[in-house]
């Protein structure tokens, strides 16, 4: 159904059936949420289970930690999830719930956690060294050479079913090997050949792309850029050792770049900025003074430079270990994963789940100097240091994708509860709520730059998604639930937006008819006498949202209950004659505020008392500028009317005298900047003179009947159209509907049903083409006289004189059943020559 069909369908009962009544009601709030019987619960990692009380350390007030992206390359649809789903919960807390939220969030623009290829520092070394390499002078033979080493070390590190022992792999049996060792999980299947892919696959996969790109670069003979992907890491296992890291700029400028990139990102999905930015390089002299504090309290050591977390210390002091994942603390690939590939290699741990504060660096790695030597922070640390140097020694709410409850959550907690702890006094609190956000999956494998799965944000808004459509598949699902994206999942949530954007227009078109300008923001109730209608369908969805909320943010349950007031109010305007528009209007009020809240309106700003979508003027935008396009689409159709010459067209002259000049101006002047209700005087007024056209147009001659229809279909689809404003045309003469939608919309449902009309037009024409062409080809056969109807065809021998075949080529009589029918044709052709002779068509 396009766009335009769904706006038939949705317009308010006629006025014949429907009885509009506005009235002032007073008393009864829209806006601020019903008084919390319950409290607060949410779902907290340190307490696994169902949701818990929430209870802040200070009534009123959330002190907030959210570990930030590591910015080494564009974000993706994975972090995305992430942090929308954390913005979410955030606006709530502020605006639904009113706490005061101090909201911190780090930026690691210095890491060493490798999953499995390049990070932060390998990324930039190894970006130094193929820039390097591309400035040598090589012979073809010579980079062929490089190429084709590294074409076979990436094989060996990756892909190890690649190769055949005795036999070099090159770009000419490649496409073979691969089909031999990968072709099972290239066709979806999975290495071991049991259960479903997962990441294991997607990682495969990932490598395979890689390789492919350079067989066909050696293939070429142009090695850069298709083989630079296998290069970067052959070149860093080469020359890691010459890069000169005193010069830490090779790390900061990529970081930088990257954190203006995923900040430009969250701007675009109206994610609120962080009230506190922290990044590592900048905290590096307090990460080591907090280290020197975890070892003075005997909870870590030095060791051939390094210092690592005494996990045994810790636990014998009385403090827990892996509280938030404490089946994984043995798991020796997520401790090998959480310390990261520059960690390889170092020795002197005591116990195997030990983890780095500080790592000693070796040659081509950056380097701070220490009490232990030269070295960097480790991962789990740079945490822990910014979080309670903004937040103090406890905050309220720690968050971070789901993935890193162990180690990295896990660690730092344990080194922060290490560093604040009192000897003899118990453990130490320093989060009281641990937030994990699920998943976003593609195929079943998580979204993840390192596998290569995943759509940047960036591309994906520019061709698959709408800031606000993101969100409300979010939305509909529980933050802390991994998502995985499917074509159901996407069409409800194309759905959910259309009917709600389709109320907030309708809303607003009945009540610019009813001419309400001022707003109805309060109902009143007469007593205690109970709600019925329209408003009862409101206070139950009040409570329902109220109570989803509540539960640990149970957006899918809300965004359902804001469906289901829709579609019960929907149902109501159709099937009442007696419709209270000001109750309809609460309704809009109280679904603008939340939707608003749910930040689904980058326009919209607390407390969101506007009906729909806001449409804001930009504030450094005059308000006369911002509709001087109204004006002068008015000013055009008066100019076109008055140059046509009308009978019964009585009403005319005072329609083009109108002015609405007065009536923008004095909402100008009442500091309205809403593009909306400022354009809405001169709308109206363009749309009177179009229904007074359509209304004398029957009594108009030819010519001019003519120039109206054209005229009026213009200003429908044309003028109004590409100022984003729909007419709605009604029957029986009444007004038509005035609906703001976007313009894109507008426009691309426009050259829809010009397309549908230009198809139509084409298969008309191929229709009239064949008829025409077979019409042609009956004429130029009924030409051929009766006689020489068979004479040519080459099947028969021997004809009689009225020309029907007696005899076959071989010389046998012509079957009884053939003569039959070659008879029928003779006699059919005599007729149609015969015809054709009498038209003179001989």
């Known amino acids: 159904m396009n766009l335009f069909q769904r706006l038939a369908r949705s317009r308010i009962p006629t006025a014949a059936r429907t009885a509009i009544r506005i009235r002032s009601l007073r008393g009864y709030s829209t806006s601020s949420p019903p008084p919390a019987m319950e409290p607060l619960k949410l779902y907290n990692s340190l307490s696994p289970g169902n949701p818990v009380p929430f209870t802040p350390i200070e009534p009123g007030k959330i002190s907030w930690y959210a570990c930030g992206p590591t910015v080494y390359d564009k974000s993706h649809l994975g972090h995305a999830r992430n942090y929308v789903s954390t913005d979410i919960i955030r606006r709530i807390l502020m605006h639904y719930f009113d706490y005061k939220v101090n909201f911190v969030m780090n930026i690691t623009d210095i890491d060493d956690k490798v999953t499995p290829t390049v990070r932060i520092i390998i990324k930039a070394r190894r970006q130094r060294l193929l820039d390097l390499e591309k400035k040598k002078t090589y012979s073809a033979d010579e980079l062929r050479a490089l190429a084709l080493a590294a074409f076979q070390a990436y094989a060996k590190s990756s892909l190890p079913l690649l190769l055949k022992e005795g036999e070099e792999l ?44 350079a067989a066909e670069a050696i293939k070429k003979g142009e090695v850069f850029p298709g083989a630079d992907d296998i290069l970067l890491p052959y070149l860093d296992s080469l020359y890691k050792e010459t890069i000169d890291t005193a010069d830490q700029t090779m790390f900061t400028d990529l970081t930088q770049s990257m954190e203006k990139l995923f900040m430009d990102d969250m701007d675009a999905l109206n994610v609120l900025r962080p009230d506190v930015i922290t990044r590592v390089t900048e905290y590096v002299p307090q990460i080591v003074k907090f280290v020197e504090g975890i070892v003075n309290k005997g909870f870590a050591y030095e060791a051939e430079g390094s210092v690592y977390f005494d996990i045994a210390a810790f636990e014998k002091a009385g403090n827990t270990y892996a509280r938030l994942r404490p089946d994984n603390r043995n798991d020796e690939s997520l401790q090998e994963e959480g310390e990261g590939s520059l960690s390889k290699n170092l020795g002197g741990k005591r116990g195997a789940g030990d983890f780095a504060l500080w790592k000693k660096s070796k040659a081509g790695e950056p380097y701070w100097s220490s009490p232990w030597g030269n070295g960097r922070p480790g991962w789990h640390i740079e945490c822990s240091v910014m979080a309670s140097d903004v937040l103090g020694s406890r905050m309220d709410i720690h968050s971070g994708g789901i993935d890193l409850a162990f180690p990295h959550h896990d660690n730092e907690l344990a080194q922060s509860e290490a560093y604040f702890c009192e000897h003899g006094k118990g453990e130490h609190t320093w989060v009281n709520y641990f937030l994990h956000m699920g998943h976003l999956s593609i195929s079943g494998s998580k979204m993840s730059k390192s596998l290569k799965n995943f759509q940047t944000i960036q591309d994906a808004l520019a061709t698959t998604y709408t800031s606000r459509n993101m969100r409300v598949v979010f939305l509909l699902g529980k933050w802390n639930y991994g998502v995985e994206i499917s074509p159901d999942m996407r069409s409800q949530a194309d759905n959910w937006e259309t009917t709600i954007s389709n109320f907030f227009t309708n809303t607003k078109s009945w009540l610019a008819e009813a001419d309400v300008t001022g707003g109805v923001k309060a109902l009143s109730l007469d007593g205690d006498r109970p709600q019925e209608g329209l408003l009862a369908e409101l206070e139950q969805a009040k409570s329902e949202l109220h109570a989803a909320l509540l539960n640990s943010f149970d957006t899918p349950r809300a965004m359902l209950v804001i469906l289901k007031l829709v579609n019960a109010t929907n149902v109501f305007l159709k099937d009442n004659k007696d419709v209270n528009l000001a109750e309809v209007e609460a309704i809009a009020r109280w679904i603008t505020k939340i939707v608003g809240i749910f930040g689904l309106d980058a326009n919209a700003e607390p407390p969101y008392e506007g009906i729909g979508w806001a449409s804001p003027i930009s504030a450094d935008v005059d308000p006369k500028t911002a509709v001087e396009p109204y004006v002068c689409v008015l000013e055009r159709i008066k100019a076109d009317v008055s140059a046509l010459t009308l009978s019964n067209g009585e009403a005319m002259p005072a329609l083009l005298a109108q002015d609405p000049v007065s009536e923008f101006e004095s909402l100008a002047q009442a500091g309205s900047r809403d593009l909306e209700k400022l354009a809405l005087p001169y709308l109206r007024a363009a749309s009177k003179i179009r229904d007074e056209l359509r209304r004398i ?146």
């Open 170 to 213: 090159t770009e000419a049996n490649y496409a073979e090997r691969r089909a031999a060792g990968y072709g099972k999980v290239l066709a979806g299947g999975t290495i071991t050949g049991e259960g479903k892919p997962g990441d294991d696959e997607a990682k495969v996969k990932m490598h395979i792309g890689n390789m492919d790109a």
């Open 697 to 842: 147009v029957s009594s108009q001659s030819p010519e001019t009947k003519k120039a109206l229809l054209s005229l009026t279909d213009r200003i429908r689809d044309q003028d109004l159209t590409n100022l984003g404003v729909y007419l709605d045309d009604r029957p029986d003469n009444q007004p038509s509907l005035i609906k703001f939608i976007p313009a894109a919309e507008l426009i691309a449902a426009r050259e829809e049903k010009a397309a549908l009309l230009a198809e139509k037009a084409r298969k008309k024409e191929e229709v009239r083409l064949a008829a025409e062409k077979a019409k042609q080809e009956a004429r130029e056969k009924a030409k051929v006289p009766p006689e020489e109807l068979f004479k040519n065809d080459e099947r028969y021998g021997a004809w009689d004189e009225q020309g029907l075949p007696t005899k076959m080529k071989d010389g046998s009589d012509v079957p009884k059943s053939q003569q039959k029918q070659l008879k029928k044709a003779w006699e059919k052709q005599k007729k149609a020559h015969e015809d054709l002779k009498a038209k003179g068509g001989l």
